[in-house]
């Protein structure tokens, strides 16, 4: 059983950055991998970033594509997702996601924090 508990959204304007964590609890094997996602009521939910639990491999949305970096650190067994240059369009809910390895489906989830972008 893995926990993860999202946070660091809040309100900022539009060109601003945002600092998410994802603190992450439990069992969390050497090869999970931990993905961040976002969720827009009437949208589908997008897939943003995903980085391995090694921190040797990392995976972007082309829409946010150098202006989000993901990383870890291991010390803490936190993710962050680091976001800049923020546009009204990255309004959302985020969310990170834990899977066993690289592949397999997203199984536990963190209940989301709230970001929203003012123009």
């Known amino acids: 059983q893995v926990q993860l508990v999202e946070s660091g959204g809040g309100l900022v304007q539009a060109g601003g950055s945002l600092r998410l964590s994802c603190a992450a609890s439990?069992?969390?094997?050497?090869?999970?991998?931990i993905g961040w996602f976002r969720h827009t009521p009437g949208k589908e939910r997008e897939f943003v970033a995903a980085?391995?639990?090694?921190?040797?491999?990392?995976y972007y949305a082309v829409s946010v594509k150098g202006r989000v970096t993901i990383s870890r650190d291991a010390a803490k067994n936190t993710v962050y997702l680091q976001m800049n240059s923020l546009k009204p369009e990255d309004t959302a809910v985020y969310y990170c996601?834990?899977?066993?390895?690289?592949?397999?489906?997203?199984?536990?989830w963190g209940q989301g924090t709230q970001v929203t972008v003012s123009s």
């Open positions: 980085i391995n639990w090694s921190g040797t491999s990392t």
């Open positions: 439990g069992r969390t094997s050497s090869s999970a991998v």
């Open positions: 996601a834990a899977a066993a390895s690289a592949g397999e489906g997203y199984n536990y």
